[in-house]
Structures are given as C-alpha cells and as structure tokens.
C-alpha cells in the first residue's frame, strides 16, 4: 500500500518513522517543517487541492493524520488556527481520501470528554463534552471526518509521550534532575500512552485494512491508550524513580494551585475493550512502557555521547 503520514516530525509521527523501516508497505512522511537527518515532503494539510496533488501524484490509499494543533492553553487564543488545524484539515484530507475510495486514520484526544463528572472510562460512544477550546476542534474534526462518510478509523488518545519531541516525560527528567522540591496535580486521573505502542497498534491496523480492505465492521472510532490509571502526580513520581532521580522531593498538589484558562479533565481514563477486540491487539500496562520509553532514551543518549556531539 501506499501511505501518506501527515505531522510526521512529532511524536507519533517519529515512531511511525521507526516502525514503517520494517515494513513492505510504501510510506510519504510529510510535514510543514523539516528535521534534520530524516526525509520529509512539504505539506500544508489545511490545503485542499496541494492535498490532493499528492495524493493522486503518489497513488495514496491510506492517510494517516498525526498532524494537530495541539497547545491546549494556547488554543484558547487561537480558536481560528486550532479549528484550522484540528478540524478543516482532517475534513480536507478525509475529502481526498473518499475521492481516492482510500482510508483515512485519524487521532483524537480524551479531551473531547471533560465537562460532565464520571468516574468510569469513557467509551466510544460516550456524548463529547470538552471544557475548551482544544478539544471542542478535535471534536469537530472527528465530526466532519464522519460526515465525508470516508472510511475512518478515528483513535482518541491521551497524554502522549515518547523519545521526541516536548512532553511530560521528557519535562520531569527535567525538573527532577535540577529542582530540590517540585508540585504535581494528583487531582486529574487518566492513562500515560507510550507513543510507540500508538504506533504499533496503527501498523496492526494498516495490515488488516490491506487483508480485508471491503470489512467496513472496522471502521469508526476507537479509544487508545496503556493499561492503567494513574494521577499526574503518579506519573511524575515514576519517571522519577525510574530515571532514578530521587534527590527531587514531589509534592502532590490540587490543579487550582496552577491556574489555567482551561478546565482540564478531571478523570478521562479511556475504555479500550472495542479496539482489543476488532484488532485482536494486547495492551501494555502503563509502568511497563515507561520503562521502555526510558531505556531506548538511554541507548539513544549514549550513541550521541559516543560520537562526541
């Protein structure tokens, strides 16, 4: 197959990077801004028809969109950019793909869950309720992608981390390794995702779409994460362990201790019964590929050391 990956410079875009190396399918990673030491083709997804060029120049079957404005404080100043870039943009490259009868995997966020209270994990069909702006656009995207009546696979993640990249992981390495005394919220529950198990679960579907690509029982929207539930504050204190930082006093604090103009969702832990079953996929336990996240930042960290950079 043929297979265009949008936002390929960012994290899941990364890990698909890594993962596509193994695979006989053919992979076009694009994005609007250039990393060095990898290919990257120029494309702006909020451009209908430069979408369409390449898709049509390259034989594109399949898209998959790791592209998303995603700076939730920031969203809540730039409403116009982040509906741009999280909802016209998946429309126009879920336009393309209907044209090209091709496939189009989407990824979302837990942040379309948010306003009303709930302590069970929220399941695909669970209404959308998002506290701001950022997931309100992510919740449109997901609506005009289902109303190109495209076949869509949509994925809802949440709090991404990897090797690349800005993240939470790659914050409290951080701050634990240079502050004597740090706060984390303890009142915001929901799932760390390893980026590359992202990856690999997108791969798993990739392949199944090609074996049977007229099933339409697989398409629609499906929750993604690790196994597990856990605080931010539980997450900080296991990066820190685990890296060994343990100079760092970590403080569990309540999140109006660091005021925001959005509402972040209190307990947004996803239900992933439905994608384990259609895919047939086993999900690691969240401490599980922390640890691995950790030890491949390691070995990469030693290879750039002994090269003298």
């Not at 869950?113 to 950022?134: A, D, H, L, R, W």
């Not at 100079?247 to 660091?258: G, K, L, T, V, W």
Request: proline share 3%.
């Amino acid at each position: 197959m043929n297979i265009l990956v949008t936002g390929a410079n960012g994290q899941l875009g990364n890990e698909m990077r890594l993962i596509a190396k193994s695979s006989t399918d053919r992979f076009l990673f694009t994005d609007v801004i250039e990393q060095d030491g990898v290919k990257t083709t120029y494309l702006d997804v909020t451009d209908l028809d430069a979408i369409r060029k390449i898709v049509a120049n390259n034989a594109i079957e399949v898209i998959v969109n790791c592209a998303a404005y995603t700076n939730v404080d920031a969203a809540e100043s730039n409403v116009e950019l982040a509906e741009k870039l999280n909802a016209t943009a998946p429309e126009n490259l879920a336009v393309a793909m209907k044209e090209a009868d091709g496939l189009i995997v989407h990824i979302s966020t837990d942040y379309v869950f948010g306003k009303e209270p709930y302590n069970t994990p929220c399941k695909e069909s669970q209404q959308g309720t998002p506290t701001g702006v950022y997931g309100m656009t992510k919740l449109h995207g997901e609506q005009k992608i289902i109303a190109s009546r495209c076949k869509h696979v949509i994925i809802r993640t949440a709090w991404l981390y990897s090797e690349f990249g800005k993240n939470f992981v790659k914050a409290m390495l951080n701050l634990t390794t240079t502050k004597p005394q740090l706060k984390v919220v303890f009142d915001q529950c929901g799932t760390p995702t390893y980026a590359y198990d992202l990856a690999e679960v997108i791969m798993v579907i990739l392949s199944q779409y090609k074996s049977q690509t007229q099933n339409r029982s697989m398409f629609g929207v499906y929750h993604f994460s690790n196994e597990g539930v856990c605080s931010w504050y539980d997450f900080a204190k296991m990066i820190a362990e685990y890296a060994g930082n343990n100079d760092c006093e970590i403080q569990a604090c309540h999140s109006n201790e660091f005021p925001s103009r959005v509402i972040r969702p209190a307990y947004s832990v996803l239900d992933k019964t439905k994608i384990k079953a259609t895919f047939g996929i086993k999900i690691p336990y969240w401490t599980d590929s922390l640890k691995v996240c950790l030890e491949r930042m390691n070995k990469f960290n030693e290879l750039w050391n002994s090269k003298g950079i």
